[in-house]
């Protein structure tokens, strides 16, 4: 069997090639003539299965290692019988942790506290979920909108669009890109959002670029309806917008899934997948695949500091989100070709970054509710 595998699949050599020949490519270089004697394609979203890539192949088997699908012409895939997959939930923690590590960082900058204020969560799946419960831990207060969950749901709590744009201090955005009714999210971030918003709004996308109208965030930013921003994807990418860059107080070139263990996920998701699909054993021993935490302890004197001050302090020392931030702005330069190139370097050259699970924190003089947070956000706390 021959397995064709996007490069910036993580460990997807070592995975793959358990389960037959495997050839990695870089992602954007992956064609038609690459298939022609492949069984199976693994990919990342910079890889797009259309027709146009598959038509005429003898691909049985797609597996994306992403959470998101629409870089996946699925109607052609299921007409054609081939078997596909994505990565549901890989990444969602990192993203969680993404957004507290910016909000905190903003905190620091600009003093505010985050214990009382409001967040709106728009998108309740994994991401949002695991949002929720951690801004919960953090004292703020929740509210949620997810129409499709909440069609299905008995939970009352969700909240109407309006409702919960008009009532919070924060709004972040965790939906997919869907273009379909009854619940199309493409541009969904429009003009009439943000004059929905609360004036003075801290504004979050790191869900997809194309869920938001860069140009009415930029006027709502300018005309004081949004007050900052913190922005992980973009319209268009790879060539995003330095514009909307230097409008942001936060940005990053769309990582904030990128953490180790969030990729890693992906390529586990697919290789399962894949080895029931063709009926191969799971041969690959993921546990040696694994590196040691880059930062396995941490210990901080709590003594005198406020809850979110430790908070930011500790996360500072595992995630620096500020060097996503540096990095997205050099990038951004006059050359739309540049600006693109630079775009995927960015991405496929992304440190490691491990989850705040790999690191154990060392308290000393903290009450009982500063460790609370701090094992919510997921450290080993002792």
């Given at each position: 069997m021959k397995i064709v595998c996007a490069e910036t699949v993580l460990l997807g050599e070592s995975a793959f090639s358990n389960a037959g020949k495997t050839v990695v490519i870089p992602d954007?270089?992956?064609?038609?003539?690459?298939?022609?004697?492949?069984?199976a394609l693994i990919i990342r979203s910079k890889t797009k299965a259309t027709e146009e890539l598959l038509r005429g192949t003898p691909v049985k088997f797609v597996g994306t290692a992403t959470a998101g699908t629409d870089h996946i012409e699925a109607d052609y895939l299921q007409r054609r019988g081939i078997y596909w997959c994505a990565s549901p939930g890989c990444n969602a923690n990192s993203v969680s942790e993404y957004l507290v590590a910016g909000l905190l960082t903003l905190r620091s900058r600009h003093g505010f506290d985050l214990e009382g204020k409001t967040i709106g969560v728009i998108g309740c799946g994994n991401v949002g979920s695991r949002v929720v419960k951690k801004c919960h831990a953090l004292g703020m207060n929740v509210l949620r909108n997810d129409p499709p969950l909440s069609a299905v749901s008995a939970d009352p709590d969700f909240q109407p669009l309006e409702n919960l744009l008009a009532e919070s201090d924060?709004?972040?955005?965790?939906?997919?890109?869907?273009?379909?009714?009854?619940?199309?999210?493409?541009?969904?971030?429009?003009?009439?959002?943000?004059?929905?918003?609360?004036?003075?709004?801290?504004?979050?996308?790191?869900?997809?670029?194309?869920?938001?109208?860069?140009?009415?965030?930029?006027?709502?930013?300018?005309?004081?309806?949004?007050?900052?921003?913190?922005?992980?994807?973009?319209?268009?990418?790879?060539?995003?917008?330095?514009?909307?860059?230097?409008?942001?107080?936060?940005?990053?070139?769309?990582?904030?899934?990128?953490?180790?263990?969030?990729?890693?996920?992906?390529?586990?998701?697919?290789?399962?997948?894949?080895?029931?699909?063709?009926?191969?054993?799971?041969?690959?021993?993921?546990?040696?695949?694994?590196?040691?935490?880059?930062?396995?302890?941490?210990?901080?004197?709590?003594?005198?500091?406020?809850?979110?001050?430790?908070?930011?302090?500790?996360?500072?020392?595992?995630?620096?989100?500020?060097?996503?931030?540096?990095?997205?702005?050099?990038?951004?330069?006059?050359?739309?070709?540049?600006?693109?190139?630079?775009?995927?370097?960015?991405?496929?050259?992304?440190?490691?970054?491990?989850?705040?699970h790999n690191t154990e924190v060392n308290l000393t003089h903290a009450a009982h509710g500063l460790r609370k947070k701090v094992a919510a956000m997921g450290f080993k706390v002792v």
């Open positions: 954007r270089d992956i064609m038609r003539d690459d298939l022609l004697d492949a069984d924060i709004v972040t955005l965790h939906v997919p890109l869907v273009k379909h009714k009854p619940w199309p999210t493409a541009r969904m971030a429009d003009y009439t959002f943000f004059e929905q918003l609360k004036p003075g709004a801290l504004f979050i996308n790191a869900a997809r670029g194309d869920i938001c109208d860069y140009d009415a965030l930029m006027d709502a930013k300018k005309g004081g309806a949004v007050s900052r921003t913190i922005l992980d994807v973009w319209s268009p990418e790879p060539a995003f917008r330095p514009d909307v860059v230097k409008l942001a107080d936060l940005a990053s070139p769309h990582i904030a899934g990128h953490s180790y263990e969030g990729k890693l996920n992906g390529t586990i998701a697919c290789y399962n997948e894949l080895c029931n699909f063709f009926e191969i054993p799971k041969t690959w021993d993921i546990a040696a695949s694994l590196p040691a935490a880059d930062v396995p302890t941490i210990g901080i004197d709590c003594r005198g500091r406020d809850d979110e001050e430790v908070l930011h302090e500790i996360i500072q020392q595992v995630y620096q989100i500020e060097e996503d931030d540096r990095l997205i702005r050099e990038a951004a330069v006059h050359s739309e070709v540049d600006r693109a190139r630079n775009f995927d370097a960015l991405r496929k050259s992304y440190r490691m970054r491990r989850e705040f």
